[in-house]
């Protein structure tokens, strides 16, 4: 399939003239080398993970791999979503390609819930029977996973403003947590010989991330089923459109993100003359972008009666 989205037959169909919003269609301001670095350095250190924990026979430190190995992907995911997010608009996506990224954020969190649900099982498994672990070698391989994640995670949190990052540095909060978690694990069994340690901290981490996984995933999903910004009162949109002057109604009012950080409103409103609609949807516009902060309006003007009542349905 030809790409469409430099083609010049439509391009002036995604244009934005004076008095349009003045958001644009395609996601800005990300760095694509933080997340390269990251997905590097996390994949040079998950090979020397995996096969670290198998030989030293750690729970701890084969779950701290595993999040490695998933912190490669879920990086590499992100990555792709960021490029896919900087494309502009086409023929056949004419929104752009913003949803991208909260997509990316979505699969990473599913990914990180079945990693979460892996570590229970296997550590319910290692309290029933203990096995023996190298606690030495668990130690020196949790603490250079640490000084990896600490840096990758470092790398991260300069780009808080996306979800799709923000999935990536839960990904890695986790392999911090799980090198935490390693190291005591590996010094405990190391100078008292506890086997208990290594799956009861493996299941501490576990539950520390689920929280966090089960909040980005409501917030992905959020996104993705088009709901009303978390900043934004749909109810109080609808009052204080029906309050601008000339306004007698408004109904078939929808609020909802095209891409993160900006929201979107489309409506019907009903006037008290069609004629003063341009100067009625100057007032709508100011106000909108004043009070709510949204920008991107398309409304429908009706010819109302006078006692028409307000009304905003979702």
């Known amino acids: 399939m030809s790409d469409k989205s430099t083609n010049p037959a439509t391009a002036h169909l995604h244009a934005h003239h004076a008095g349009d919003a003045q958001h644009r269609h395609t996601t800005e301001g990300r760095s694509p080398h933080i997340l390269a670095w990251s997905v590097g350095l996390t994949l040079v250190f998950a090979a020397v993970e995996v096969g670290a924990g198998f030989w030293a026979n750690s729970l701890a430190l084969i779950s701290d791999a595993g999040h490695m190995v998933t912190d490669a992907s879920a990086l590499g995911l992100a990555l792709m979503a960021q490029f896919l997010a900087k494309r502009p608009p086409s023929a056949n996506h004419s929104f752009g390609f913003g949803r991208a990224e909260a997509l990316a954020a979505f699969v990473n969190g599913l990914v990180m819930l079945a990693v979460i649900g892996w570590i229970s099982v296997e550590a319910v498994g290692r309290l029933r029977a ?95 089923m088009q709901g009303v910004p978390v900043q934004i009162n749909y109810a109080q949109v609808g009052a204080d459109l029906a309050a601008v002057d000339g306004v007698l109604s408004v109904h078939d009012l929808h609020v909802w993100e095209m891409s993160p950080g900006q929201p979107a409103l489309i409506g019907h409103v009903e006037v008290r003359e069609l004629q003063q609609w341009p100067e009625v949807l100057h007032r709508i516009k100011d106000m909108l972008l004043k009070k709510h902060g949204i920008d991107h309006i398309t409304m429908q003007a009706e010819q109302g009666k006078a006692d028409a009542p307000y009304c905003a349905k979702p």
């Not at 250079?144 to 990904?171: E, F, M, P, Y």
């Not at 100078?191 to 520390?208: E, Q, R, Y």
């Open 130 to 224: 203990p096995e023996p672990v190298a606690g030495a070698a668990v130690f020196v391989v949790a603490l250079i996973g640490l000084a990896v994640n600490l840096t990758v995670a470092w790398l991260l949190s300069s780009d808080q403003k996306s979800l799709n990052t923000r999935a990536a540095l839960v990904h890695v909060m986790g392999d911090l947590l799980g090198s935490v978690g390693a190291l005591v694990a590996g010094l405990v069994i190391y100078f008292t010989g506890w086997l208990p340690i290594d799956p009861l901290l493996s299941i501490f981490v576990a539950l520390l991330l689920l929280k966090s996984t089960v909040s980005l995933l409501r917030e992905a999903y959020h996104f993705l």
